[in-house]
């Protein structure tokens, strides 16, 4: 199976400077990557993806991610950050494409971000 | 949260009862999928359907029963026989055609069982 791993529970930066939530991935075969951002009490909200194509990959709210197929890396990053991007963020990778159509996706545990003034 | 909507937000109930946690969606998607979420722990999938009247156990199914009566509705019950039902679940919808791969949330159910 695949599996997705996010090593920090938790990421604290100050408002205005750079960040970034880390994920690494096991798959076989080519890798179908997500980054999916939870505020409190709420659902997912999808951010980004990675298909194919560019190893940079922009998404909402000013967030990209970069690809790094030697490192098995698809790590999250923004330029600047701001204290409303303080939220639960998780990396997902496609388990398998479902017979019928859609996936099964396998998600990471999260990290929880926290942007501080 | 896009055209997806889980009620009640909250729900609380004792143990040894069945409660059905209700999902609709108007965005048209075939494919339906119940998530658990728990603290440390990610999502993980209960049930997914990608047509009517029919639904596949996910990785975590016992203590859990599904139905897929119309597109637009899946509810999910949690049985008795469910031993840890205290929750959050998650309710998601994607398309099966034209492999866009990321699936849309509703805002969740916070279950409690005491």
């Known amino acids: 199976a695949q599996s997705v791993a996010q090593p920090e529970d938790q990421v604290n930066v100050a408002e205005g400077n750079p960040l970034t939530v880390k994920c690494t991935y096991s798959v076989s075969g080519n890798p179908y990557l997500f980054w999916y951002v939870q505020y409190p009490n709420r659902g997912l909200q999808f951010l980004l993806k990675?298909?194919?194509?560019?190893?940079l990959v922009k998404g909402s709210y000013g967030f990209e991610a970069e690809f790094n197929k030697s490192q098995t890396s698809f790590h999250l990053k923004k330029p600047s950050a701001l204290v409303s991007d303080s939220a639960l963020y998780f990396c997902a990778v496609r388990d398998k494409e479902l017979t019928g159509g859609g996936n099964k996706l396998t998600f990471g545990t999260g990290t929880q971000l926290k942007v501080e003034l | 949260d896009g055209g997806i909507t889980q009620s009640p937000k909250y729900l609380f109930r004792k143990e040894g009862q069945n409660v059905t946690l209700s999902c609709e969606q108007n965005?048209?998607?075939?494919?339906m999928y119940w998530y658990r979420q728990d603290p440390g722990q990610g999502l993980r999938l209960i049930y997914y359907?990608?047509?009517?009247?029919?639904?596949q156990k996910g990785d975590i199914a016992e203590g859990y029963s599904v139905s897929r009566e119309k597109k637009e509705s899946f509810p999910l019950t949690v049985t008795s026989a469910q031993k840890n039902p205290t929750a959050f679940y998650l309710c998601?919808?994607?398309?099966?055609?034209?492999?866009?791969?990321?699936?849309?949330f509703g805002p969740g159910t916070r279950l409690t069982v005491t």
């Open positions: 998601a919808s994607s398309p099966t055609q034209n492999r866009p791969y990321e699936q849309y």
């Open positions: 990675y298909i194919t194509g560019d190893n």
């Open positions: 965005l048209n998607h075939d494919a």
């Open positions: 359907s990608q047509i009517v009247n029919d639904f």
